[in-house]
């Protein structure tokens, strides 16, 4: 088990052979030289690390050959080698840290869906079945295929992209009886399909976002324009949160680049016109702080809450910053109204969210809690970073450096678990920094957001830290969360003996795994000055011939 040579390899007859021979072992040199020649095979459907085939097999069967000249380890030898030399087929001509490992995580995550989930939206891998409850589409649009098309497009992973394309054009249908959330419908299923079409220009993937989109309009016909929660995908009907009329800031604040680059495709404004009116109403607002807004809009009165409201990065929030910058990036830097507000609202988390605590940590927290950070809140590293090096300012070299800081800080917090991965929420309080409190949730589901800024800082600075530290993310999914059919969040990341929470996120295929295999990719794969990614990580492209005034026509740009 959990052996880097899948346990048939016979390392340690390989590892030992120049020993023995060395201490004049003869009987057992004699045996293994027989095993070598009779038993040993390397046509074995195993992925293995390279670094270690290379130093333990190869370098255990040139040493032994150094030694005696007999031409049998030569000849192994060659075959091992010549068996390595596809891991050095990488766009960056650096070898994968593993044959096919880029892949073949994914691969093993996406076949267990395949084989026992098809058409569902998410696997249980403990159970091999598909997860029905508590699921945000319903259990039935095959939201892990087309979540997951770009990853596979992207990874050359040929078959399986073309039988989820097949999936796609045959049994694919948006006329199913089922509320679904439309931030999640947005950056999952719109973008799955959007980026997908970027990057193969193939028209079934524009349809099929173009049915999608307009049977999630419906849910902006509220008295505010900010949408409701939920649609029905079959009669139109919207509905709202359970809890009220409260629409959340990260939900209704982050569809802006899917709904733009559909309206660029189509040339068609309505989609981009619904995302520019929730702007508007944004920026009409009169209760925010420094450029943070609440994370709750009564969409009935068209205000933000008066109670119980709060600032934050995190969770209600995030992926509205984010797409301020991204915004901009996505209009080729023309959307100057979009770069504006998140320059003031990166100011205002600095004023009033950023703390650094006594061990030097950088950390974000909320106006609600001082002490802790979230997982959610850790893609705001590479948020940071990507600011500052995409306009010049006075404030660009520290925006960099608190980048920086807070990537490390997320770090830190996976470094300091037992699992070397990351919790939901982690404290800052003296002698137990960047780590769990007894009342703070222990769980990792699979996020991204860790990896995602690695990917980033390591695209912008080449700082060789950010790969070790997405290596040792794949270690430890590959210890702690990989199963037979797939791979499943734990509830504990300080105990090594954490149950499993039996499911395999949609985000990890389309996010985790993705950003992974870009950090060890090159800089030419998705040029983040060309690309924009969403909050799911579905990249578009940068609209180059973008206009605001003239796509946006009667929206106000104040």
Same mark, same amino acid.
């Given at each position: ?10 390392? !340690? ?5 120049? !020993? ?44 032994? @050959?150094?030694? !005696? ?8 030898? =060659? ?100 509320? #679904? ?31 999608? %989109?307009?049977?999630?309009?419906? %849910? ?49 404004? =309505?989609? &981009? ?8 109403? #944004? ?33 209600? %929030? ?13 209009? &080729? =830097? ?37 002490? !802790? ?102 270690? &430890? ?29 949609? @985000? ?37 011939? @973008? ?12």
């Amino acid at each position: 088990t959990s052996n880097m040579f899948g346990g048939r390899l016979g390392a !340690t007859i390989i590892d030992s052979l120049d !020993t023995m021979y060395l201490m004049g072992l003869t009987e057992s040199y004699k045996d293994a030289r027989d095993w070598v020649e009779k038993e040993l095979s390397f046509n074995q459907d195993v992925s293995i690390s390279v670094f270690e085939g290379t130093i333990r097999i190869l370098g255990g069967l040139l040493s032994t @050959f150094a030694m !005696t000249k007999d031409p049998l380890y030569l000849d192994k030898a =060659k075959d091992f080698a010549d068996r390595l030399l596809p891991a050095f087929k990488s766009p960056s001509a650096i070898p994968f840290s593993k044959i096919n490992l880029r892949t073949g995580m994914f691969q093993l995550a996406y076949q267990g869906y395949e084989k026992f989930a098809w058409g569902f939206d998410e696997l249980n891998p403990l159970t091999k079945k598909a997860v029905l409850t508590s699921n945000m589409f319903g259990g039935r649009l095959g939201a892990t295929i087309i979540d997951s098309l770009d990853t596979m497009y992207l990874m050359g992973l040929t078959e399986s992209y073309k039988d989820a394309r097949d999936w796609v054009e045959k049994e694919l249908s948006f006329n199913q009886d089922v509320s #679904i959330s439309v931030f999640e419908g947005t950056i999952r299923i719109l973008g799955g399909l959007l980026s997908t079409f970027a990057m193969t220009k193939d028209p079934l993937y524009l349809d099929k976002a173009k049915d999608f %989109a307009d049977r999630l309009l419906p %849910a902006f016909k509220s008295p505010s324009a900010i949408p409701f929660s939920k649609i029905n995908l079959r009669t139109g009907i919207p509905s709202g949160n359970s809890w009220g009329s409260g629409s959340i800031l990260a939900e209704f604040g982050s569809l802006h680049l899917e709904f733009v680059y559909l309206s660029h495709l189509l040339n068609d404004t =309505k989609y &981009a016109e619904k995302v520019y009116k929730i702007r508007n109403k #944004i920026l009409a607002a009169d209760r925010y702080r420094d450029g943070l807004y609440g994370v709750s809009y009564d969409i009935d009165k068209g205000m933000f809450q008066p109670v119980g409201n709060y600032y934050t990065m995190g969770a209600m %929030a995030d992926s509205f910053y984010e797409y301020l910058l991204k915004t901009w990036l996505q209009s &080729a =830097k023309q959307d100057t109204i979009a770069r504006k507000m998140y320059d003031r609202a990166i100011e205002g988390a600095i004023k009033h969210l950023l703390n650094i605590s006594r061990e030097g940590f950088y950390y974000l927290t909320s106006t609600r809690d001082g002490r !802790t950070m979230e997982h959610l809140a850790c893609f705001a590293g590479g948020l940071f970073a990507l600011g500052a090096v995409t306009q010049g300012s006075r404030w660009s070299a520290n925006h960099l450096e608190i980048g920086k800081q807070l990537t490390r800080t997320c770090h830190t917090a996976y470094d300091r678990s037992v699992t070397k991965l990351g919790p939901e929420v982690f404290s800052f309080v003296p002698g137990e920094e960047a780590q769990s409190a007894s009342s703070d949730p222990k769980f990792y589901m699979l996020r991204p957001e860790v990896v995602e800024s690695y990917f980033i800082m390591w695209r912008l600075t080449h700082n060789p830290i950010y790969r070790e530290w997405g290596w040792s993310v794949v270690k &430890a999914l590959q210890t702690h969360c990989m199963t037979p059919a797939g791979f499943s969040g734990i509830h504990d990341v300080y105990s090594n003996q954490s149950e499993k929470d039996g499911v395999q996120q949609t @985000f990890f295929l389309a996010e985790t795994l993705k950003y992974l295999y870009l950090l060890f990719s090159n800089d030419a794969l998705l040029d983040l000055k060309s690309w924009v990614f969403n909050t799911e990580a579905h990249p578009f492209p940068s609209l180059e011939n @973008f206009s605001v005034p003239e796509l946006i026509p009667n929206i106000s740009r104040k």
